[in-house]
């Protein structure tokens, strides 16, 4: 079968990794690369990659995103460049960056790009940096993009370097990048892991139109975890590690994991996404043992698929929940999934995809979004 | 159905049927009420269960908590030993104090955990590093340290529970402070200062402590620094004063060469000019001693007589200071060859034999057979009559003198001794000095050019001259000489 994805990565120091993948994707396609898509950590210039790239591989489009952590097979990149080649004559890739936060001119950008995909079974994948607030983003990309794009895509809350910028064709700046598409079938998985524990509570009050949770139980919404933690919730509080429990909330009969970002003086929770008034919702945790033993299980419909990229939009919370365990879980995916698909991702903040029972596009900082492509 | 037969019938079925009825629903009541309390208990086990699994949840909760809180100090203590040894490889080997200050930048902060840094100069709270700082949040602080900065003598660390991290905290609306002086020989050199936790967590007792010895080893490398810099002054002072000593002694040296250079063209255009005149005079003086011209007075001829052994000596000082000259100034070609130094030793003795024996002197020569060595024959004869003459001079009647050659590491040492009246110490240095005569000589005649000749002769060959001497008993001069091996045959 003739090859259409082909990765690569280095860990080497400046300009001499850029040259390593390069090389190491002219060897399978010493002819033409016809699209690039290039992840690198803060410690690459991205000018320097931009030049390589251009001068060996001359593709016909290229991207790059910087991430402050990669994944390549089942290693977690802390420093080094990951590239991807995609060689589909039918596939189609255009990148869009948006400079500007607000949701209208989101909505502006990118209606102007939509003229290159009429059909249906476009794609999206967007990239939103730490200085975008990641409601009106997204919003503006629903809106513009309506249903026929599979939205998903990856995103930053902390600042991790002074400036962030992306390659974008033949240039180098900061922004909003989208990598839209045709011609490919994306479709994307979300693996969670997280296990609902204790007995369900209802989120009583909801500040109107927003993500935070005044009460839970006719009580300060703060209280479950003071429930739960008892004299353990002083030093939960004070490090912040509400993201590590999320809450598994049950609305009109579906279930979606809402992750908690901090709380409020007045014990009121901020949390990534909106909530409903009067549903019930279970505090959940990922533990690692039970995680791996279902693992197998969610990945099922990727093993019995046609291979091809397999993308990862890992998180950071993720990361920080299950320490070596996050390797383990990359390991297990590469066993599962290695041989057919070419494994590569990110690290990020939080990611968002289209849910797999309503269509709608979620944010959340806890799961493992899978995009294969083929 | 049933009809009523009678009236007892009318009444007893319809009564009948209702106690059925009443007794059916007690008893469908009874079971039903059963039914209630057994769903009741069921109910009850139910929730005791939740509570059960809900008190199950909290110890997990509690216990996956505890682990993660454990785990995240390991690794925030491996963290912070990652980034000591980083900061210790970025900067062992800096030698510059901007070099230095350079890693403090914002990669540095983070990885310590906080957003903002300052870097003050101590005595004059001049910015050296800023990191996230804007410009009237610098001028604040400065403002504030101008007043407060001598606190950190007494004080290795400010946190936020100390009074003044407090007041800079509410004026700056800025959480989290700490702050410390960087010392160097007892010395502070600078105030860091850094700001706002990454996380918005409080500062831990590990960051404390972490940053208490970020500045002892700033504090150390300032030191090392100065240490290095004060080195390399002293250093450069010392080269300098070298090369400012070695540029006179050059220039010294030149002068030197140059009033030699003078002196010798000097002294050989004198001689050359002495010469002609002298060899005139040497030459009637001569014919007329001879009586060529006829005869002479005895009291003339003795006067004559006189003239020309004066005239003799004239000769003699002026040749040996010709020689001297030619030799000074490279105009002698030294014609360095193997030959026979005892052969030469036997000749020079046999030539002077004449005026030891009208000393009565003992004359000895001590040498092996034949000695080959490397040497232009005719300065060393030149040399060895000069040694010879000199002892000659010096050597009282039936004194001694000895010739000796040996061979001792390669060399030929050859040795001119007499029994003479010897040389004082104190003349030893300014013995081979032209014209030097010593004091217990003055009353023997010399020209003081003899032991100058034959030193400039021995250098001429690159070897070494010397000399032992004991006041009243006796001198000797000694000088090396190459041997060259025979071929073997």
Redesign the interface.
């Known amino acids: 079968m003739e090859k259409i994805f082909v990765t690569a990565l280095s860990e080497k120091t400046g300009e001499e990794a850029i040259k390593e993948v390069s090389l190491k994707i002219k060897a399978v396609f010493p002819r033409a690369a016809k699209h690039i898509i290039v992840f690198y950590t803060p410690h690459y210039q991205p000018l320097t990659i931009l030049k390589t790239i251009q001068y060996t591989l001359k593709p016909d489009f290229l991207s790059g995103v910087e991430a402050p952590a990669l994944i390549f097979e089942d290693n977690i990149i802390e420093k080094g460049v990951v590239a991807c080649c995609i060689n589909n004559e039918k596939a189609f890739l255009k990148n869009i960056l948006i400079k500007n936060a607000s949701s209208s001119d989101i909505e502006l950008a990118m209606r102007k790009g939509l003229h290159d995909f009429p059909g249906e079974k476009n794609f999206v994948f967007s990239f939103i940096p730490p200085h975008f607030n990641y409601s009106q983003a997204i919003s503006g990309l629903k809106i513009s993009l309506g249903k026929n794009f599979n939205m998903s895509g990856a995103g930053y809350v902390k600042k991790y370097a002074p400036r962030t910028f992306h390659i974008i064709d033949k240039t180098v700046d900061e922004g909003l990048l989208n990598i839209m598409g045709r011609g490919l079938d994306v479709e994307s998985y979300k693996i969670s892991g997280f296990m609902p524990l204790g007995k369900p509570f209802t989120i009583t009050k909801v500040l109107a139109k927003s993500n935070v949770i005044s009460e839970i139980n006719n009580q300060p919404a703060i209280n479950i975890y003071k429930k739960y933690l008892e004299e353990k919730f002083d030093a939960f509080k004070k490090n912040r590690l509400f993201p590590i429990y999320p809450f598994r909330v049950i609305e009109e009969g579906k279930a979606r994991l809402v992750s908690v970002l901090d709380s409020l003086e007045d014990g009121s929770l901020v949390c990534m996404e909106e909530v409903k008034e009067n549903c019930q919702a279970n505090l959940t945790i990922l533990h690692p043992p039970s995680l791996f033993e279902k693992l197998e299980y969610e990945l099922e419909p990727l093993k019995n698929s046609t291979g091809g990229l397999l993308f990862i939009t890992n998180s950071f919370i993720r990361k920080k929940i299950l320490k070596d365990s996050a390797q383990e879980e990359l390991r297990l995916i590469n066993k599962h999934l290695g041989a057919s698909f070419k494994i590569i991702g990110i690290y990020s903040d939080y990611c968002f995809c289209p849910s797999y029972e309503t269509g709608e596009v979620g944010i959340e900082n806890g799961p493992l979004l899978l995009s294969a492509w083929r | 159905m049933i009809k009523p037969t009678s009236p007892i019938d009318q009444f007893f079925i319809p009564a009948m049927f209702l106690m059925g009825t009443v007794s059916f629903l007690a008893l469908y009541l009874v079971a039903k009420l059963k039914q209630i309390s057994s769903l009741k208990s069921t109910l009850g086990e139910f929730e005791k269960t ?2 059960e ?2 008190h199950q ?2 110890l ?3 216990s ?3 682990l ?2 454990y ?2 100090e390991v ?1 925030d203590k491996l963290n912070k030993l990652t980034f000591l040894k980083n900061l210790i490889l970025a900067s062992v080997n800096t030698m510059d104090k901007e070099e230095l200050l350079i890693q403090i930048n ?1 990669e540095l902060i983070n990885d310590l955990g906080f957003k903002k840094a300052l870097v003050l100069d101590y005595e004059n709270l001049e910015t050296k590093v800023s990191v996230n700082s804007s410009g009237p949040e610098t001028e604040q602080i400065k403002n504030f340290l101008s007043q407060k900065k001598k606190i950190f003598e007494t004080s290795p660390l400010l946190s936020g529970d100390n009074d003044i991290c407090k007041i800079l905290s509410s004026s700056l609306g800025t959480k989290n402070i700490l702050m410390a002086p960087v010392r160097a020989r007892e010395k502070i050199h600078e105030i860091f200062l850094v700001a706002e936790t ?5 500062i831990k007792l590990g960051e404390k402590a972490t940053f208490t010895i970020i500045c002892m080893y700033l504090g150390q490398c300032l030191e090392n620094i100065k240490m290095f810099e004060d080195n390399f002054a002293e250093k450069e002072e010392l080269k300098r004063k070298n090369d400012d000593r070695t540029r006179e002694l050059v220039k010294s040296l030149r002068e030197i060469e140059e009033i030699s250079k003078a002196k010798t063209n000097f002294i050989s255009s004198v001689s050359h000019e002495l010469r002609t005149p002298l060899t005139s005079v040497k030459g009637f003086s001569a014919l007329l001693i001879a009586e060529k011209f006829g005869a002479l007075p005895p009291e003339a001829k003795l006067r004559l007589e006189k003239i020309d052994s004066n005239v003799n000596k004239l000769v003699d000082m002026v040749n040996a200071l010709l020689d001297i000259a030619r030799i000074e100034s490279g105009k002698t070609e030294v014609k360095m060859a193997p030959a026979d130094i005892v052969k030469l030793l036997k000749d020079t003795g046999d030539f002077l034999s004449p005026q030891m024996q009208a000393k009565e002197l003992v004359f000895e020569l001590q040498a092996p057979e034949s000695l080959m060595v490397f040497m232009d024959k005719a300065l060393i004869e030149r040399a060895l009559i000069n040694l010879i003459n000199n002892a000659l001079k010096f050597t009282p009647v039936k004194g001694k003198i000895i010739l000796k050659c040996v061979k001792q590491a390669g060399q030929a040492i050859i040795s001119v001794s007499d029994t003479g009246c010897g040389i004082p110490q104190e003349d030893m240095p300014k013995l081979f000095d032209e014209f030097y005569r010593s004091h217990l000589t003055q009353n023997i005649q010399g020209t003081g050019l003899g032991l100058s000749l034959v030193k400039h002769i021995i250098d001429t060959h690159k070897e070494k001259i010397s000399v032992e001497s004991e006041v009243g008993k006796g001198t000797t001069f000694s000088f090396t000489l190459k041997i060259a091996e025979r071929p073997n045959l």
């Open positions: 939740v509570e699994l809900d949840a909290r997990i909760v509690k996956d908590m505890e993660k809180l785990q995240e690794e914002e990454l996380n918005g967590s409080e």
